[in-house]
């Protein structure tokens, strides 16, 4: 799992509450992903990190925001939750050094009522 | 939108059988293209990833072609085991560390 944690790993939580993700890594990698995947989508990019406070937007970036103060910690939060957004978050990084190569933390299920 | 179109959806095979599952891309800049195991509860898993300097890559019972006039690539299990059934994605990317994913094939190998 390449060092990955994620947390929480399920929630259920309410349309219009916040909701914040956390993906921990203990290697010191500098590229750091957020995936959402969906049944007939894929995996599809949320946003991805390149380092300390250098954050940019993905495919799917409506709805979400992204802080990396710490090397080791990428988060992911929902201003205002919906339904829409129910769906199994996945973190990635690359390991350095070997480019492309992406590996992914075990995932955290979000369901928005 | 820069996409990579992955079929079949879903695919049944018989233990011993070869299993196939095929992708298509259309922007030539794709340079770097791997394959994803992804079992129940668990994040994807790197497999197998082929560069276009070459047209067939094989590691144990995985195989990568590559037809990069054809701007295809395929994956192919042999000898295809219950352990294997999972979701198969393919991916793609252009030197940017961003991955493009194709949607997904759910492999079932009955014993």
């Known amino acids: 799992d390449a060092g990955i944690t994620q947390s929480p790993r399920h929630k259920v939580t309410e349309t219009g509450t916040p909701v914040t993700l956390r993906c921990h890594q203990t290697?010191?990698?500098?590229?750091m992903y957020w995936y959402r995947q969906d049944p007939g989508h894929g995996l599809r990019l949320i946003h991805y990190?390149?380092?300390?406070?250098?954050?940019d937007k993905g495919e799917v970036s409506d709805g979400y925001s992204v802080s990396r103060s710490k090397t080791e910690d990428f988060l992911l939060t929902l201003e205002s939750a919906t339904s829409s957004q129910t769906s199994v978050y996945f973190c990635?990084?690359?390991?350095?050094?070997?480019?492309?190569?992406?590996?992914f933390g075990p995932g955290t299920r979000l369901t928005v009522l | 939108q820069q996409q990579v179109k992955q079929s079949p959806q879903s695919l049944i095979v018989q233990k011993g059988g070869i299993s196939i599952i095929n992708c298509a891309y259309e922007?030539?800049?794709?340079?770097?293209f791997p394959w994803y195991q992804q079992f129940p509860g668990k994040g994807p898993a790197l497999l197998i990833a082929?560069?276009?300097?070459?047209s067939e890559k094989k590691e144990g019972r995985f195989t990568i072609s590559f037809n990069k006039s054809a701007k295809q690539f395929s994956l192919h299990i042999m000898d295809s085991q219950p352990g294997d059934s999972a979701t198969y994605f393919c991916?793609?990317?252009?030197?940017?560390?961003?991955?493009?994913f194709g949607t997904g094939t759910r492999l079932q190998v009955f014993p």
């Open positions: 990190s390149y380092g300390v406070k250098d954050t």
């Open positions: 922007n030539t800049a794709f340079d770097y």
């Open positions: 990635a990084i690359i390991a350095s050094g070997v480019r492309d190569t992406q590996y």
């Open positions: 991916a793609a990317s252009s030197n940017t560390d961003k991955l493009i």
């Open positions: 082929i560069r276009p300097d070459v």
């Open positions: 290697e010191n990698h500098r590229y």
